[in-house]
C-alpha cells in the first residue's frame, strides 16, 4: 500500500441513500482533507483534520458527516444526498501544525453520482 | 479578494515554447507555495514546491517566488503536448491549511 488510498473509486446512489467514503493515507501524515470537485469548478475545501481534531468545517451542508478514528483514516458519511453533489471528492493528507504545512498528497478520488 | 488567485485560462502555447502560469495570494503570513498538475478526471499531483524568494528549477520546470509581491509562478521550457493539464496553486498559510486557486488549463498544441 502506497500514499494516499480512497474506496471506492466510483459509487452511485440515491438520494435516500446512506454510504460512506473511505480514506486512508500510508504517509505518517497527521493531517487529512476531503475535498470537493464538480466538473469544470476548482477544488472547494470541505474538512480539515489535524492530529485527528476537525480544524476547518467550511460551511458544508449537514449530509456530509465527517469521521476521523485515526490520523491514518478519514471517512465522509453521505446521506440524503441532492443531485448536486455529485463531483469528485478528493481525499488527502500532509504533514505539519498550524505554524506550517507541507505539500498534500491526493488519493485518487470517489467518483459520486448521485441519481 | 480570493486568496489564491492565478491568471484566468485557458493558455495555449506551441509545443517547444515556454509556458509561463502565474498566482498572487493575499496573506503575507504565508511560508510554503506549491504547484500542482491535475489530468483530466484525475487527482492533483505535485510538481513542484518552493518555500524561500528566488528561483528553483527542476528539470524543466521553474518556480519564481516573490514574497514582497506577493507573487508565484511556475515556467514550463520546451513544453510538450503531455504538459497540457489544469495547474494549481497551492499556498499553506500559517492557519495550517493548503488554499488553492481555480488553476489554469494549458494546452500545448503539437
Known amino acids: 500500500e502506497t500514499g494516499v488510498t480512497q474506496t471506492p473509486r466510483h459509487l452511485v446512489m440515491g438520494m435516500t441513500n446512506k454510504k460512506s467514503l473511505k480514506c486512508e493515507q500510508h504517509l505518517g501524515h497527521n493531517a487529512m482533507y476531503w475535498y470537493k470537485q464538480s466538473a469544470k469548478k476548482p477544488l472547494e475545501l470541505m474538512f480539515v483534520?489535524?492530529?485527528?481534531?476537525?480544524?476547518e468545517n467550511n460551511s458544508v451542508p449537514s449530509r456530509f458527516s465527517p469521521e476521523c478514528p485515526n490520523s491514518s483514516h478519514l471517512f465522509l458519511h453521505l446521506h440524503t444526498l441532492q443531485p448536486e453533489d455529485s463531483a469528485l471528492y478528493l481525499c488527502a493528507s500532509s504533514q505539519g501544525d498550524s505554524r506550517a504545512v507541507t505539500e498534500a498528497f491526493f488519493g485518487q478520488g470517489t467518483r459520486l453520482t448521485v441519481v | 479578494q480570493k486568496e489564491v488567485e492565478q491568471n484566468s485560462g485557458p493558455l495555449s502555447v506551441p509545443e517547444g515554447a515556454i509556458a509561463s502560469l502565474n498566482c498572487t495570494y493575499s496573506?503575507?503570513?504565508?511560508?510554503?507555495f506549491f504547484w500542482y498538475r491535475q489530468y483530466s478526471g484525475k487527482s492533483p499531483e505535485l510538481i513542484m514546491s518552493i518555500y524561500s524568494n528566488g528561483d528553483k528549477e527542476d528539470g524543466r520546470f521553474t518556480a519564481q517566488l516573490n514574497k514582497a509581491s506577493q507573487y508565484v509562478s511556475l515556467l514550463i521550457r520546451d513544453s510538450q503536448p503531455s504538459d497540457s493539464a489544469t495547474y494549481l496553486c497551492?499556498?499553506?498559510?500559517?492557519?495550517?491549511?493548503?488554499?488553492f486557486g481555480d488553476g489554469t488549463t494549458l494546452t500545448v498544441k503539437p
Open positions: 496573506d503575507r503570513g504565508s511560508q510554503s
Open positions: 497551492a499556498v499553506n498559510t500559517n492557519a495550517g491549511k493548503s488554499t
Open positions: 483534520y489535524n492530529f485527528k481534531e476537525q480544524t
